[in-house]
């Protein structure tokens, strides 16, 4: 499939009314490096550092994690890598961690929850990324942001450590990034502040929209039930690319939806200039953004609105058909 669109491997997602979308992997072991030359992606808009930890049975060490974030930064070979901070509890279990039972994991003690209650793990983990950049640029984003001070204090955590490397030693990266994760609708609420304070803002869709819905990501029967494209979803959406723009803070969406053409072609036509997504789907959504008019496509959504659709789905493939694709 990917030969498919081999042809436009190196061109940009430029849409026919001229804006660029820019289209970044996701990533999670140093397997999926390769396609980052292959798929035509301009670099590794999430990186899920949890993966690493989920398999192994034991806890790995600074220095190895290190070599491990070195390794993925020499593949990137200059490209921007987004390292998540580990964002485990809820579905990602560690083996060797004790945990609790909880009656609701996906609303419980999770990702920057437990990174900010027992700090140890994030900061070994922020000290092996420091060390294995090296001098270059890194990009940080801490996973599950609910509300301004988490990220305050997790990014005052990445300042310490930044310090104490320097104290000891070792080369400091010569720019550093720190953005947050959107995936609770409360953030979007946040004060001002935070969206300044935050060099970026990338929206973790999956979690977002199974808290937008009030329906479990992991449950069969209701994860299907509310679509992506429906009205109330996309305006949330759109008041998050609005609040982004306010302050000029870069905003990009990567959950699975970003992956799916007709999804990734309706948030280019909310605002969003950036998406990251599975590998394989690089060349598909740059395929359909370089084919449409993003003007079009907002009319279309506008209308769908004005009748009372719940979904603009079925207006958007409507839409499609009569295009040359
Ligand atoms: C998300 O929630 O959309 C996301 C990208 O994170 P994960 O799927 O790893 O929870
Ligand atoms: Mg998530």
């Given at each position: 499939a990917q030969e498919r669109y081999a042809s436009i491997r190196r061109e940009p997602a430029t849409t026919l009314c001229g804006q660029t979308v820019g289209l970044a992997m996701n990533a999670g072991l140093l397997v999926d490096l390769p396609s980052l030359a292959s798929c035509g992606a301009e670099g590794v808009g999430l990186f899920r550092t949890e993966l690493q930890f989920l398999i192994r049975n034991k806890m790995p060490r600074r220095g190895e994690l290190a070599r491990i974030y070195g390794r993925v930064m020499d593949a990137a070979d200059g490209k921007r890598v987004v390292f998540r901070t580990l964002d485990i509890g809820s579905d990602k279990v560690l083996p060797y961690m004790k945990r609790t039972e909880e009656p609701n994991p996906a609303l419980g003690w999770r990702a920057i929850r437990v990174g900010l209650d027992k700090p140890g793990i994030m900061r070994m983990q922020l000290q092996a990324l420091i060390r294995a950049a090296n001098g270059r640029p890194l990009t940080i984003m801490f996973p599950f942001i609910a509300q301004f001070a988490e990220f305050r204090?997790?990014?005052?955590?990445?300042?310490?450590?930044?310090?104490?490397?320097?104290?000891?030693?070792?080369?400091?990266?010569?720019?550093?990034?720190?953005?947050?994760?959107?995936?609770?609708?409360?953030?979007?609420?946040?004060?001002?502040?935070?969206?300044?304070?935050?060099?970026?803002?990338?929206?973790?869709?999956?979690?977002?929209?199974?808290?937008?819905?009030?329906?479990?990501?992991?449950?069969?029967?209701?994860?299907?039930?509310?679509?992506?494209?429906?009205?109330?979803?996309?305006?949330?959406?759109?008041?998050?690319?609005?609040?982004?723009?306010?302050?000029?803070?870069?905003?990009?969406?990567?959950?699975?939806?970003?992956?799916?053409?007709?999804?990734?072609?309706?948030?280019?036509?909310?605002?969003?200039?950036?998406?990251?997504?599975?590998?394989?789907?690089?060349?598909?959504?740059?395929?359909?953004?370089?084919?449409?008019?993003?003007?079009?496509?907002?009319?279309?959504?506008?209308?769908?609105?004005?009748?009372?659709?719940?979904?603009?789905?079925?207006?958007?493939?409507?839409?499609?058909?009569?295009?040359?694709?």
């Open positions: 204090d997790a990014r005052a955590v990445m300042l310490e450590e930044l310090e104490r490397e320097k104290r000891m030693g070792h080369l400091t990266p010569e720019r550093v990034e720190i953005g947050a994760m959107l995936e609770t609708p409360s953030l979007a609420y946040a004060p001002r502040q935070f969206f300044e304070m935050a060099d970026f803002i990338s929206i973790g869709g999956n979690d977002l929209k199974q808290f937008f819905f009030a329906a479990d990501r992991e449950n069969e029967r209701v994860r299907r039930r509310y679509d992506t494209l429906n009205v109330s979803f996309l305006s949330f959406i759109e008041q998050i690319v609005r609040r982004c723009d306010e302050t000029g803070t870069p905003v990009s969406f990567c959950g699975e939806d970003a992956g799916r053409p007709v999804e990734a072609l309706c948030f280019a036509a909310m605002g969003l200039r950036a998406l990251s997504m599975r590998p394989a789907s690089v060349g598909p959504v740059k395929h359909l953004l370089r084919r449409s008019d993003l003007r079009e496509v907002r009319r279309v959504v506008e209308e769908a609105r004005a009748a009372g659709d719940q979904s603009v789905r079925l207006a958007l493939m409507q839409y499609l058909a009569t295009l040359d694709l």
